[in-house]
């Protein structure tokens, strides 16, 4: 079968730095996407991988690794407009993207 | 560029009512879906359309869809339920396997 897992919450501190898992489950896999979606907005793409490894975008970076099945999202020098929720998102050998449900990230000052 | 739009942004309907969500996207994109979001849970694809002309084979109870042409795919709720209470999201992208998914900001759908 298929599925994908994520922390529901994280709260972090503004400027540290802050890594969202993302687990899963697939028999056939054509890539791994990150989007950030604020409160009532829609989602925006923030990465794609589909070789292991890390990409760094920025203050972003995203890290797959397709053997255990395992992303994640590192956020560096954390700032208050980082608070939202960050979805990852499988897509599957029929090409459908298979969501996580996301995880709400909270930043304090 | 608008990009993906989607309207209403709010609606509130009876049980057993009919309406129409729309969308529209400006970027030629081929692939068109409705997606459903709700509290707890992963966007969960309603239906899709690779390309104007197209949709999914199978259609979920409840629901109704048509692709006309390239830029608009409404999702119609036949007779609408509590149980379709939820923020209803529309895609589009190009279809290749590395491509962005365009989302529009979404309609807040409650059912009474």
């Known amino acids: 079968g298929q599925n994908i897992d994520q922390p529901t919450e994280m709260t972090a501190t503004e400027g540290a730095i802050v890594q969202i898992n993302c687990t899963y489950q697939t028999s056939g896999f054509n890539g791994l996407f990150w989007y950030q979606q604020h409160a009532g907005e829609a989602p925006t793409f923030l990465s794609y991988?589909?070789l292991d490894g890390l990409e760094e975008k920025g203050r972003f970076s995203s890290f797959l690794s397709r053997s255990k099945g395992y992303s994640y999202l590192l956020l560096k020098e954390l700032q208050m407009k980082d608070s939202a929720s960050y979805l990852c998102a499988f897509m599957d050998s029929n090409y459908q993207l298979i969501w996580g449900a996301g995880t709400k990230l909270i930043i304090k000052p | 560029n608008a990009g993906v739009t989607q309207t209403p942004k709010f609606h509130i309907l009876k049980t057993g009512q009919s309406m129409t969500l729309q969308c529209a996207q400006d970027m030629n994109h081929g692939y068109m879906s409705w997606y459903r979001q709700d509290p707890g849970m992963g966007l969960r694809l309603i239906y899709y359309?690779?390309?104007?002309?197209?949709t999914d084979k199978e259609v979920p109870n409840g629901y109704n869809v048509s692709r006309l042409n390239t830029e608009d795919f409404p999702l119609r709720l036949v007779s609408a339920a509590p149980s379709q209470t939820s923020v209803y999201l529309c895609?589009?992208?190009?279809?290749?396997?590395?491509?962005?998914?365009?989302f529009g900001n979404g309609t807040r759908l409650t059912v009474t």
């Open positions: 991988n589909v």
């Open positions: 359309s690779a390309a104007a002309g197209t």
């Open positions: 895609a589009s992208s190009s279809g290749r396997p590395d491509a962005l998914t365009h």
